[in-house]
């Protein structure tokens, strides 16, 4: 087949515009471009009230925690619990969502009393959630309350033997709901049927987050800080929207709160462990925004709960001097360098598996296992496989005859609902939309993969498998300008439910294509309008296809810097031969 034949790469679909009436007040109040109030309405935002709310982000918007149900018990509880001077246990997951968790509930816990600490169980030998020999651990140090942050929702065991032996529980968590809640004194969890937040998405550390501005309204209301000024929960947002950002939350309503105001404390790097952290990405200095803390500082935090320890992410995150962060962040990256390693060597064993499979295009889902990978990198292998396929994907570490696995969606894909019908054969599981991890027998394995295809063939069409590029705007290139992309950055932080601009412009030229880099083509798009700069990354295999070719082409136009100077350059997402 010919390269010809192989464009456009994905499914292109062209997103509906909103109601003109709306787009043309966005313009006149906001003073932007036809096409930024195009992206605005494309993003769900239906009114000039939300509007405001939406390129405006302010704490002032942020909703009460006590909507939540059973924020007032929690709260309450560990208010006996400080003021009976009872010990106290912060128990989070080992991603970056449940160490940054676990970092804000310590860090202002500590400041009201000396009788807490923090746990992570270890990714291998403990695994997720909640264990009975750790809980034994706590009864015997005296510990009184547990908190759960980024799990616990699930551990309805577990936290039945705590209370038998003496041991309250709050938790904390944002995971899918099974059949019961646990018997623990607060479940704070907006998933709950019964709680009235309207904000459903937050990540763990989104919860935790509105847990503390719970607690600091309830102890000012008591006069526990008298005089003194009590604490200042915006320094707490850089390390939540890493948290954010790392769970992959939707950056919408009070994600994108955290997010935006978050990114702009940790471009300030006023924090020595986050500042330490960009050093050795070698961004310090740099603008940081969702695209450089996903690809550079949230990895590294990662890293430490998937192949080391999440306790020396923690320890960087609390780190008060640079002295003491700049070692931790070094570890940090020794970590990630052996993870992305890993994760090269699995993928590549991965495709050559399915290199071997003709019927691909049949599968509905990929599901892979092996005793030689690590379980703290499969599910950044399954993401990958998502990505380059559009299937729903497990990967699975073995180890004396059990699997431990992790799965990615696509988005026309409930995974953890998919896992409810196939608990007859997992050991356990646990989850939300997009991710899930699961334990089942080795010997169940390729039932289990039948059984999910088979689930997945039943709700899911395949045209909808297919990777979709979804476009915001048809434009021509003389409309992209800096001034366009300057504004564009109102609508940043980009990322899960708010994404980077997609846009397309028809019938144009590439202009002297060349190989740069690794696989990428350098190119002049070209119209008889305008003419600007592009790249289109990995891409290289095409170079022939669009050397000469009439081509339709979805990209997101960006601010180059190079040598103290600016340009407007292309982001080449497809291209179509036009006939």
């Avoid at 009590?230 to 994600?255: C, H, M, R, S």
Wanted: proline fraction near 4%; charge should be negative.
């Amino acid at each position: 087949m010919n390269e010809h034949a192989k464009l456009p790469v994905t499914q292109w679909k062209i997103k509906d515009s909103g109601p003109k009436n709306i787009e043309e007040s966005l313009v006149r109040e906001f003073g932007v471009h036809p096409i930024i109030s195009q992206l605005i309405l494309n993003r769900h935002v239906d009114s000039l009230e939300n509007a405001h709310r939406y390129l405006r982000p302010s704490l002032n918007d942020l909703l009460s925690p006590f909507l939540m149900q059973d924020m007032k018990k929690g709260v309450a509880r560990l208010l006996k619990a400080i003021y009976d001077e009872e010990d106290i246990v912060i128990y989070g997951d080992y991603d970056a969502d449940g160490i940054t968790s676990v970092v804000i509930l310590y860090k202002f816990i500590k400041q009201l009393t000396g009788r807490v600490s923090y746990y992570i169980p270890d990714r291998v030998q403990e695994g997720y959630g909640l264990k009975i020999p750790v809980i034994d651990r706590f009864k015997q140090k005296n510990v009184k309350l547990i908190v759960t942050v980024d799990c616990g929702i699930s551990d309805i065991e577990q936290i039945a033997y705590a209370k038998s032996v003496g041991i309250d529980t709050i938790v904390l968590d944002h995971h899918e709901i099974a059949d019961q809640l646990p018997p623990a004194v607060a479940c704070i969890n907006p998933n709950r049927a019964d709680c009235s937040f309207p904000f459903k998405h937050l990540a763990g550390v989104g919860i935790a987050f509105n847990f503390l501005i719970a607690l600091r309204g309830t102890l000012r209301k008591e006069g526990f800080w008298k005089n003194a000024e009590y604490p200042n929960l915006k320094e707490f947002l850089d390390v939540v929207a890493l948290g954010t950002i790392g769970d992959i939350a939707p950056l919408l309503g009070e994600n994108r709160i955290f997010a935006r105001i978050g990114l702009d404390l940790i471009t300030e790097g006023r924090r020595p462990g986050i500042k330490a952290l960009k050093e050795v990405s070698g961004i310090d200095g740099q603008l940081i925004d969702s695209f450089k803390a996903s690809f550079c500082l949230i990895p590294r935090i990662n890293a430490a709960g998937r192949i080391a320890s999440p306790l020396d992410a923690v320890e960087l995150l609390l780190a008060e001097t640079m002295e003491e962060a700049r070692p931790i962040a070094e570890k940090l990256d020794l970590h990630n360098r052996r993870r992305q390693a890993m994760e090269k060597d699995i993928l590549n064993e991965i495709l050559g598996q399915l290199g071997a499979k003709p019927d691909l295009e049949n599968i509905n889902a990929l599901v892979f296992s092996s005793e030689k990978w690590h379980p703290g990198v499969v599910g950044i292998v399954a993401s990958r496989l998502v990505d380059l396929f559009s299937r729903p994907t497990f990967v699975i570490s073995l180890k004396d005859g059990v699997g431990k696995g992790s799965g990615r969606s696509v988005s026309d894909f409930n995974i953890h609902k998919g896992l409810q019908q196939c608990a007859p054969l997992l050991l356990s599981y646990g989850g939300h939309y997009r991710a899930a991890g699961i334990s089942i027998k080795e010997d169940d394995i390729d039932e289990f993969a039948c059984m999910l295809d088979e689930i997945i063939r039943n709700s899911v069409q395949s045209s909808e498998m297919v990777s979709q590029t979804l476009i915001d705007a048809e434009c021509r290139l003389q409309d992209i300008s800096l001034d366009l992309i300057r504004q564009m950055s109102m609508l940043a932080p980009f990322g899960c439910e708010n994404p980077e601009p997609v846009l397309c412009s028809r019938n144009i030229k590439a202009s002297s294509p060349v190989i740069v880099g690794n696989n990428h083509i350098k190119m002049r798009m070209v119209d008889d309008s305008a003419s600007l700069n592009a790249i289109w990354f990995g891409m290289g295999k095409y170079l022939g296809a669009i050397s000469s070719a009439n081509l339709d082409v979805v990209f997101s136009p960006q601010i180059n810097y190079w040598n103290g100077s600016s340009d407007v350059q292309l982001k080449i997402r497809d291209a179509a031969i036009v006939a």
